[in-house]
């Protein structure tokens, strides 16, 4: 399992990013995927969940109506969409498929003016 995050920065409250999550080494169509995010001090927290084909998604409360996951399985590729950023959203944030494999480097997120 190799997975690769990137698309993270900085940006202002209220501001959008949309990381992705290159996926490699198994099935990735065959799998559900998640992005998960650790803050300092913090534990990691799943964020949003997608299954294989895209078509169920469940988000964290904290997220929901903010942020959204997708997948492209031609490119094995995920995104997270993440509009109307908070200072609270500030992670790194990773991708891991269920079951879980490796983790990978994460992204930096950071939300603030």
């Known amino acids: 399992v190799h997975l690769v995050e990137s698309g993270g920065g900085l940006v202002q409250p209220g501001g959008s990013l949309r990381p992705s999550c290159a996926a490699s080494?198994?099935?990735?169509?065959?799998?559900?995927m998640r992005w998960y995010r650790q803050a300092p001090g913090k534990e990691r927290e799943m964020v949003a969940r997608i299954t294989p084909t895209g078509g169920n998604t469940n988000y964290a409360d904290a997220v929901k109506g903010r942020f959204t996951i997708s997948r492209d399985n031609a490119k094995n590729t995920m995104y997270l969409q993440m509009n109307s950023l908070k200072p609270e959203d500030t992670a790194v944030y990773y991708c891991?498929?269920?079951?879980?494999?490796?983790w990978g480097q994460g992204t930096q997120v950071t939300v603030s003016s």
């Open positions: 080494g198994f099935p990735f169509s065959s799998y559900d």
């Open positions: 891991n498929k269920d079951p879980m494999g490796a």
